[in-house]
């Protein structure tokens, strides 16, 4: 009895040393380039979009800016897909992808706007990061970048400082309890090394000085669909789901220099829990916290007006008349018609214009005594 | 002619001179500063010793109770003594910055004839009845009535009753020490309709440091100037179930009195909505012994994401919403019950989740598959489920049960499901919560403006700091008269003003201007020019020493 006692007590306290205390969770995912030859960072993005659904974060909590051009791109040969694995195995663009920035409005400035909150009011909700202080964030970044700057669209960079103030007004705003920040470019670890509000867990694909490589050409689409880092941490993401206990340790050993040619580095001092406490389904998934509810409150049954309701609502329903969709297209009759008879209008000015032309010449060449047999 | 020609060069290398030192004379007393008056970046001037001041801010929050004294209810001598007023004050011992003070000022008086008329009826509902002040209480008062030891207006052995409106029954003593045995069983009487220690914790939770991961302090929702309430109707099998509820009717006659009961903490909207073919995220696993179906509360958390994305709750308004689902199982699942941890089936079929909503499993009625075909026509009882949402939306605002002291009666709730003190507690608590909020974000905001010199401070942010600033004095300054209404009121302007001044778009006007950028802008300007006068500085200074040392040497 004791033991069972003890067991429950120890388990009850490893759950709430467990948890992180967030109650929702958020995904900003950001692809900083366009034009075909970048296919591949859509394709990580959209990949990272599509675990993270899967894994339970809906579209209301997704925040995806996305360039939007690969799948109706004129030199794509399959147009509306995005494929993540050569052999077409896999199209990520699918039918409901949500995409909240696209095309031109991926910018530093948008960026920088969702992530602190300073939008104009006119922003639309599902353009807002309407996160709070039981928020855990999911920040991922993929593109060109170099040491302590990402490029955004070919036109303009953020710089590791920009992004370390905006996640320290974040922090002031306490819009967030604890950021997981993954970035997949060329020198990635020196986008984080300025970090210095506390909750943030970063994770990047190659340290400074070297590039992250593309994985795999695809020979009938032309370009390279992935990204190393990012294809084995989805390859990692594949066996997670939303009852998983794996933790950030094992997140921090995917793709080793083996397999991806480049370091890839994390930083974890400014977070509080240790990573291995870390479940991944606190950042990639949205488990929530319920409770039964055991209590109810008594209500008087007011029978008289229910009763008159009920019966109002059976009347109303006999007179409702069957629906049937109003006419839309008489396509009958357009197919039997005649073709209508233009009415005639008068030639226009350049046809006047052209005759009086031609008609001056002939008299002019040949006299005007040729009039005669004319009219 | 050659000593002209010296002269003449001699009054060139001169003017030289001073034009040079013209030069660097403009361009460093008028260059200089007007270069850096006109790239600074723009600060309208801000309150900031006003800003830290709040830091330190203590708020007193004051009760006001009336204790009426009927004939019997203390010894004569103590009634000779009427009227007068106690003030009793307390600190509220919580890790916050702010010092919170609660103060319960208790004004003695003798009662009325007809209030002693009232309190020598039969039972208690008896006496509420007749009680009623003419007008309304004002927001956070109490009255509270003392009656004789032995007066039969409670049950035998109860010491204290508390009523749905802010009144409450204690009884009295015939002892020396009558008045402060009385005083202090009113202070806790009055504690549990008011204030106490844990209401406040669960206000000033997210700002207090994480020691207890308790539950409570998680669920209710954060304080806003307006909710959004919706209620799901989730239909997976309409082939076989053609459910109808009436939900118009519930909303008017139970939602709207108790939202209309708590109009003052917030503008509420409700709309309703039926989705077809929506399923739960989760197989429910049959149990053979009571042949029904169960979730088990593993498998809770997982039911409300896929439903989520369909209930097209963002698209509504920019406030806070609350989802209230009802979901009508499939045939081929029915009857589903939701198991708790013990494996028991939940009495109400419902679960909730903090911050978001609640669901609720309504099982058909088997009698009703025997006689007809499908789809078969199922009325929802809207007053089971109406008591279930209530009691949850109760819950997900943070109406607690309060803390009764020992042998004291709770009065069963008014029709609405939100007595009047329970109002004034969540009132209290978002009061305190709202100053909190906005203490903090304008300390943010000063803060921010310290570290990051990039950020720019119009006008109008700056107008509205000082707005939020002064309502939060003034919030400050109700709660320490009693006032709670006015105060909420104040605490809220306080919140938008801060609100709007740390989101506003402006403040994010400078980008692209870190400090080493600003090199790579500026030299190409200032190099060229700054060179030729500095060297010729140099020079001069050179020549200049060097005459001393000549002029030196001669003498």
């Given amino acids: 009895m004791w033991a069972s006692f003890i067991c429950w007590w120890t388990q009850d306290q490893a759950e709430q040393f467990f948890r992180s205390g967030h109650t929702n969770n958020w995904a900003v995912l950001v692809c900083t380039s366009r034009f075909w030859f970048n296919y591949r960072h859509v394709a990580n993005t959209l990949s990272v979009y599509r675990s993270v659904k899967r894994l339970g974060i809906p579209d209301s909590h997704i925040v995806l800016m996305l360039a939007d051009d690969m799948a109706c791109n004129p030199r794509n040969p399959k147009p509306a897909t995005v494929f993540s694995h050569k052999n077409m195995e896999l199209n990520v663009y699918g039918d409901d992808v949500e995409v909240d920035y696209r095309s031109y409005e991926v910018t530093v400035e948008n960026f920088l706007r969702v992530l602190t909150g300073r939008i104009p009011p006119s922003t639309p909700r599902s353009k807002r990061l309407l996160s709070d202080d039981r928020s855990n964030i999911l920040i991922y970044m993929t593109g060109h970048g170099g040491n302590g700057f990402l490029k955004f669209q070919d036109s303009e960079e953020i710089t590791n400082i920009e992004l370390a103030d905006a996640f320290e007004q974040m922090w002031q705003k306490r819009r967030y309890n604890e950021l997981l920040f993954i970035i997949d470019t060329c020198q990635g670890a020196s986008m984080y090394e300025r970090f210095y509000s506390p909750n943030i867990m970063a994770l990047a694909s190659s340290q400074v000085g070297e590039d992250s490589l593309s994985h795999q050409p695809d020979p009938a689409i032309g370009v390279h669909l992935m990204d190393r880092y990012t294809f084995y941490v989805l390859e990692f993401l594949e066996e997670i789901n939303p009852d998983s206990q794996t933790n950030m340790n094992d997140l921090f050993q995917v793709c080793p220099k083996s397999l991806c040619v480049s370091t890839p580095g994390h930083r974890t001092d400014l977070f509080q829990r240790d990573p291995k406490n870390v479940l991944i389904t606190d950042f990639f998934g949205s488990v929530r916290k319920v409770e039964i509810t055991t209590e109810t409150i008594s209500l008087q049954r007011d029978s008289g007006i229910m009763e008159s309701s009920h019966e109002e609502g059976q009347r109303d329903e006999e007179l409702m008349e069957p629906l049937k969709y109003a006419e839309q297209l008489p396509v009958a009759q357009i197919i039997h018609q005649k073709p209508k008879l233009k009415d005639w209008h008068p030639p226009g000015g350049f046809i006047l214009g052209l005759w009086a032309l031609i008609i001056m010449v002939f008299f002019k060449t040949y006299g005007i005594k040729h009039m005669k047999f004319i009219f | ?397 943070g109406i607690a049960q309060p803390q009764v002291p020992p042998k004291c009666l709770l009065s069963g709730p008014k029709s609405e499901g939100l007595m009047t003190w329970e109002l004034d507690r969540l009132l209290w608590a978002r009061s305190v919560e709202n100053l909190a909020t906005a203490t903090t974000t304008l300390t943010s905001l000063a803060q921010l403006l310290g570290k990051i010199s990039n950020i720019v401070i119009k006008d109008d942010v700056a107008s509205e700091v000082y707005s939020a600033v002064a309502a939060v004095q003034k919030a400050a300054e109700e709660l320490a008269s009693g006032h709670l209404a006015s105060a909420f009121v104040a605490s809220q302007e306080a919140v938008m003003s801060s609100e709007r001044a740390f989101f506003d778009p402006s403040l994010l006007h400078l980008l692209y201007f870190p400090d080493d950028q600003k090199f790579a802008i500026y030299i190409p300007l200032f190099l060229p020019m700054a060179v030729p006068i500095l060297l010729s500085l140099v020079k001069i200074f050179l020549e200049t020493r060097k005459s001393w040392k000549n002029l030196e040497k001669t003498d």
């Fill in chain 2, 1 to 397: 002619m050659a000593a002209a020609g010296a002269a003449a060069t001699d009054l060139e290398v001169v003017r030289g001179k001073r034009a040079a030192l013209f030069f660097a004379a403009v361009a460093i007393v008028l260059g200089l500063p007007l270069w850096w008056k006109t790239t600074e970046t723009y600060r309208a001037s801000l309150p900031y010793s006003e800003i830290s001041e709040l830091n330190a801010l203590q708020l007193r929050l004051r009760v006001p109770v009336t204790v009426v004294f009927t004939r019997e209810s203390v010894p004569l001598d103590d009634q000779e003594k009427l009227p007068f007023t106690v003030v009793r004050e307390r600190e509220i011992p919580l890790k916050y910055k702010m010092k919170i003070k609660c103060r319960f000022q208790k004004a003695y008086r003798r009662a009325f004839d007809h209030e002693e008329e009232a309190l020598s009826s039969g039972n208690v509902q008896e006496a509420e009845a007749m009680l009623t002040v003419p007008q309304e209480q004002a927001e956070g008062s109490l009255t509270m009535y003392v009656i004789s030891e032995r007066s039969s207006l409670l049950p035998q052995d109860t010491m204290s009753y508390i009523g749905p409106k802010r009144t409450a029954v204690v009884r009295g003593i015939m002892h020396r020490e009558a008045f402060n045995i009385i005083g202090r069983r009113i202070i806790q009487v009055a504690q549990a309709m008011s204030l106490t220690e844990d209401v406040l914790a669960a206000a000033l939770a997210d700002h207090l440091p994480e020691d207890k991961w308790s539950s409570d302090k998680r669920r209710p929702l954060k304080s806003s100037l307006g909710y959004e309430i919706t209620f799901s109707l989730l239909n997976p099998d309409p082939k076989s179930h053609s459910v109808h509820w009436d939900i118009e009717g519930a909303v008017r006659q139970y939602v709207q009195p108790f939202l209309n009961a708590l109009s003052a903490a917030g503008n509420f909207s409700v709309d309703s909505q039926i989705l077809y073919y929506a399923m739960l995220g989760v197989n429910p696993r049959f149990d053979p012994t009571s042949s029904s179906y169960y979730l088990d509360t593993h498998s809770l958390p997982h039911v409300i994401n896929p439903v989520e994305s369909r209930l097209g709750s963002s698209a509504a308004s920019l406030y806070p919403v609350l989802n209230f689902l009802l979901y009508v199982p499939e045939l081929a699942h029915s009857p589903l019950y939701i198991q708790d941890k013990d494996g028991a089936p939940v009495a109400t079929n419902a679960f909730h989740s903090p911050r978001w909503g609640g669901i609720m499993v309504y099982n058909v009625d088997s009698k009703a598959y025997n006689a007809s075909e499908l789809p078969v026509r199922v009325e929802v009882d809207m007053v089971r489920v109406m008591e279930v949402f209530l009691a949850q939306l109760r819950l997900l605002f």
